[in-house]
């Protein structure tokens, strides 16, 4: 009865963290960017009274044993990267990655951080940054009385000038990759930090050789989190947590019967 309450305790409290983890999907679910989050569970240790496979006499052995469990835990909540779906802005700095990829940010302290929100602006310097005010990298410079921003599936940025035909070009956008995006660390602000799961990126222009979506302007990236998925898995997570708490209220009225034993 002891494993019992133990074992159920460790469910409420893995389905509380998936419950906190849906909390989160759906409070993000209008995030430009946003990459939704699936928590994962393993069983935890057990206590083995007959070893499966263990001599039960001179010429036959235990065909499964007993083995009692202690429960569970959530073990990790692993970033789904699926694309989502685009919405047209028709903001001429509103960029969407098709396919794999991440922008490049120079964040204010001079690290390089990692980003799905294709939402820019430009600074009184007519840098291209984000709404934090972090600058893409490679840096961009539009001049501020530029007309017609245009910025192709590679990532060239180029403009016209007031009274010129001629196109000036602005630089281009290079995009990184990741071995495995799901090892990136999420540092908030739609960023993302490389670590030793993740690897380090590779470098490459939209669309090219290195495996990396090409750009898209005039839209934005929505959030993957289905909303009718959330609910389903708060519903389930919800469900499994009252079984849980019913398993301790069993257990407790077990004990409560053999502490009346000797009345």
Known sequence: ??????????????????????????????????????????????????????????????????????????????????????????????????GRGFFQIRRANGEIAYSRAGQFQMDSDGNIVTGDGDALEPQITV????????????????????????TQLGGQIQLANFTNPAGLNSIGKNLYAPTDASGEPTIGTPGGQEGIGALLQGYVEQSNVSVVEAFVDLIVSQRAYEANSKVVKAADEMYQQVNNMTR
């Open 1 to 98: 009865m002891i494993r019992a309450l133990f074992s159920a305790a460790s469910g409420m409290e893995a389905q509380q963290t998936n419950v906190d983890n849906i909390a989160h999907n759906l409070a993000n679910a209008n995030t430009v960017g946003y990459k939704m989050r699936r928590a994962q569970f393993q069983d935890l240790l057990y206590q083995t009274m007959v070893q499966p496979g263990a001599a039960a006499g001179s010429q036959t052995v235990v065909p499964s044993g007993l083995q009692i469990g202690l429960g569970t835990r959530v073990s990790a909540n692993e970033i789904s990267f699926a694309q989502g779906s685009f919405s047209s802005t028709g903001n001429p700095l509103d960029l969407v990655i098709q």
């Open 143 to 166: 001049p501020p009385e530029a007309q017609s921003i245009t910025i192709g599936s590679d990532g060239t940025v180029s403009y016209t000038l007031p009274g010129q035909t001629a």
